[in-house]
Each structure stands twice: as C-alpha cells, then as structure tokens.
C-alpha cells in the first residue's frame, strides 16, 4: 500500500495547487484524477478553451466588421473552424502539459483513474489502496441536466459540446443566460449563428450588480443576440431539423422556440456521486455539496474538500485560494481566503467583472451607500482604441467610506478588477483608491474617476 502524507481526489485548479503548495511545505503528496490530462475541466473542457474560441471568435469578428473603423479593408475574410478548433485543442495541450510538468518539479505521486474514499486515510484508485494522514476531496462540478432536456450531445448540448461543434450551427438557442451562457452564446454568435438566449430571471448575469446585466443586455442585443427573460422553459424536444422548445413568457404566453441545437447552461453541481463519500462518513447536502466547518473539514476526520463541491462560487480561483490554505492549515500555518473579495468575470466583449457586493446587496446590509460611475466613453484611451462602451461602478460605505464593490463592464474588465480586489482585501476606502495615481491614458483611468464620482468630484465626467 502505497502512504502518503497527503491525497488528493481532482487535479482541477482546486486540487493541482493544493498539492503544490502541500509538496512546497514539505508533505509528501499523491494527485489521483480521471484524466491523464491534469487541469480538470477548466483547463481541459472550460476556462481555458472557452477563451480561446472567445479570442478567436473575436478576431474573426473584427475581421470582418471592426476594422473598417480603423482604416484597415478586410476583403474575403472566412472562417476556417477546423483550424480555430485546433489553435483551441494546443492551448489546451500545452497548459495540460505543464501542470504535468510542476507535478514532477515538485515530486509528487501522479495516479490516472478514478479515485473512491473507501474510509479516513484510506483512497482507492482502480483497484489499488492508497494511504493518507490527510485526504483532499477536489472533485470539481458538471453540468446541470434538467430533466426535460437530456444531452444527447448532438442537438441537446452541454458545455463541452459547445467547445468543439464541427459546423456552425444556424440557430443555437441557448438557456441559461448566466456566465457559461453568454460567453459560448457569444462564441457562435460572432462565427455566424442566430443566438437567442433564454433564462427565468429579469436580466443576464443576475449573479452580478444589476446595472452590469441591464448594460450587458443591450449591449449584446446590439451584437445580434436576441434574449427571452423571465421565461419559464418546461420542455425540450427533439425533432427532425432540430429541437423545439417549449416555454412560457414573461408575460405568460406559451411559445415554442424552434433551433437547430440548445445549449443547456442553468448551471453546475458538485461531482461527488460515485466516489463512496455517504458510505465512508462524508455529509452531504441535499444537492451534493459536501459539508465543511471553516477549516475545509468534513464530518470525517482528517478528510478535507475545496473547490466546486462545496460551498462558495464555482470559480477557479476561489478553488485555488482554498488549496492554498488548507495546504498552509495542515501544516500548521494561517491559511486564509477572503470570500468578499473574490472577484467574478464574464469574457464576453465588451467584458464584465464584479469584486465585493453589488448595490442591491450593500444597501440591503449598510443602508445608505456611496454610488459612482464613469463611463468608458468619457475615457481617453477607450476612444483611442475604439473601446467606449460599458463604465466602471464604484460602491462605499456611506459613513467609513470603505470601498465594499467595485463593477465592471468594458475591454479588459477581467484585468482591471485585480485592482480592484486588492484594495477590498486591505479595506481600502474609495478615497484611497481615488487617490492613487493611474498611468494616462489607461482604461484603468475609469476605476479612479468611478471612486472619484463617488466622493462627489470626478473630474472627466
């Protein structure tokens, strides 16, 4: 029996980096996953080859409509998509190899199968006993199935299958108009597909500030998107040119959606069946989800869980802060997550991104709050390169003047938003933020004129 004195179940971004740090602080570690391609599903089927295809999609996009505005004739511009799902596939390749590669710089125990808890300190694998003072649970998520709608993979589509369609679909309808949603909507949306996008809720991402989904709708409405909200789906079926959908409106009209294929995007769940936690001790909620205390401890001794299946945002970086501290806790030091200040990001274009509570929430907790907002198109460099659309939205307490959210929607939203963590983290107010000084001209610009609105003297708007 092979001991060890960490194990860890899913080599996703959660679990890969718990093992490293582990292997950092001395602990003889075992990675055990399904694949022979670490990374999980965000680098094999998620994260990583979504953007790709969005950055792709994008340039084909420009190509054939953005660059006139630019003094630049594009003429006879086609889209190869064997070749874009290739560029997608050695992204893919390349990343998957180096997390095999940090595997060996760190000497840990790589094992290829599916891993089962047969009890505390004990992980089969295939067959083979593997023994652990601690075992991690890093088991990711997979797509959820609504029971009308059963992927078939071809016209009925998960995620994945999004990834790797080999035509353009004429008319993809999407439900779910939630992060996964938007951004393959607006993959196939930029290659040529009608996309209509369906969801029970008022407004796209309503995870985020609702000034961000009421912005992202027109915006993409404008791109050609077309969105059905408040829309109630109860069945899907197959049918000889493709599938027809069947759903209420938000006015209470039946209808029927008829498309060649359905993206089903309503979410993700805990990938913990299958695995022998219930019969080794492990509580699970109703839904999956495995139970913690603050420590990333189970109902059973020594037995820990990160990531997707439990708790918190499916994000991979939240996943990844978890590995990190329970790494340190294990051994002996103060691992840490802020969970306030886990920023979120949708890599459609423009982008959005969100960090701390949005309004609805910090007005609902502090009362009175501090609101400021700019907009791209009152930004230098934003005009420069063609880019206006979207604006920065800054929240604060309105006594402390603590900056408690920080909303984003506009290019390269996805890199302004670590600012924006990183002074939520230290409980910076938006004075100080305000404050700092920004290159000109820069996007990030907007930040500092949004923190300074909300102080009452923005001085470009």
Request: aromatic share 4%.
């Amino acid at each position: 029996m092979n001991s060890f004195d960490m194990v860890v179940i899913g080599a996703g971004p959660a679990g890969y980096v718990c093992a490293i740090r582990a292997a950092q602080l001395g602990m003889s570690v075992c990675l055990i996953d399904k694949r022979a391609d670490l990374g999980g599903t965000c680098l094999n089927v998620g994260c990583i080859p979504s953007k790709a295809l969005l950055e792709s999609s994008h340039h084909f996009h420009m190509a054939q409509h953005g660059l006139a505005a630019h003094g630049i004739t594009v003429q006879g511009a086609s889209l190869n998509l064997p070749a874009m799902l290739g560029r997608k596939d050695a992204v893919v390749k390349q990343l998957t190899g180096g997390i095999g590669a940090l595997m060996k710089k760190n000497k840990i125990t790589v094992k290829t199968g599916w891993g089962k808890l047969v009890a505390a300190g004990q992980v089969e694998v295939d067959g083979e006993l593997v023994e652990a003072k601690h075992i991690v649970i890093a088991a990711g998520s997979t797509p959820i199935e609504l029971p009308f709608a059963t992927f078939n993979h071809t016209t009925i589509l998960d995620s994945t299958d999004c990834l790797s369609l080999p035509a353009v679909p004429a008319h993809l309808a999407v439900i779910g108009a939630g992060v996964i949603g938007l951004e393959m909507g607006s993959i196939w949306a930029r290659l040529g597909s009608k996309v209509t996008v369906l969801d029970v809720a008022e407004r796209p991402v309503a995870i985020m500030d609702e000034d961000l989904g009421r912005e992202a709708q027109k915006l993409f409405t404008k791109q050609g998107m077309a969105f059905s909200l408040g829309a109630k789906v109860s069945g899907v079926e197959v049918t000889k040119t493709g599938v027809a959908i069947a759903y209420t409106d938000a006015a209470g009209v039946a209808t029927t959606l008829q498309a060649d294929k359905v993206l089903v995007a309503v979410g993700r769940k805990a990938n913990t069946a299958g695995m022998g936690l219930v019969e080794a001790g492990v509580t699970l909620t109703a839904r999956g989800v495995i139970e913690t205390d603050a420590k990333y401890q189970t109902s059973l001794p020594n037995v820990y869980a990160i990531g997707d299946c439990i708790a918190g945002p499916m994000l991979a970086h939240k996943g990844e802060e978890e590995g990190v501290a329970l790494a340190e806790m294990l051994a002996g030091q103060h691992g840490h997550v802020n969970y306030n200040a886990i920023p979120w990001v949708v890599y459609t274009h423009p982008e959005l991104a969100g960090v701390g509570l949005t309004e609805a929430e910090a007005t609902a907790k502090y009362g009175d709050v501090k609101v400021g907002k700019f907009r791209f198109a009152a930004n230098g460099r934003a005009i420069a390169v063609d880019a206006t659309e979207g604006f920065v939205k800054v929240i604060a307490h309105a006594q402390t003047d603590e900056l408690l959210g920080v909303h984003i929607i506009g290019h390269n939203a996805s890199e302004m938003i670590g600012e924006a963590a990183c002074l939520i983290e230290f409980k910076a107010s938006a004075e100080d933020l305000a404050r700092c000084v920004h290159a000109h001209p820069t996007l990030s610009e907007a930040v500092k004129e949004a923190a300074l609105a909300s102080q009452g003297r923005a001085l470009h708007s």
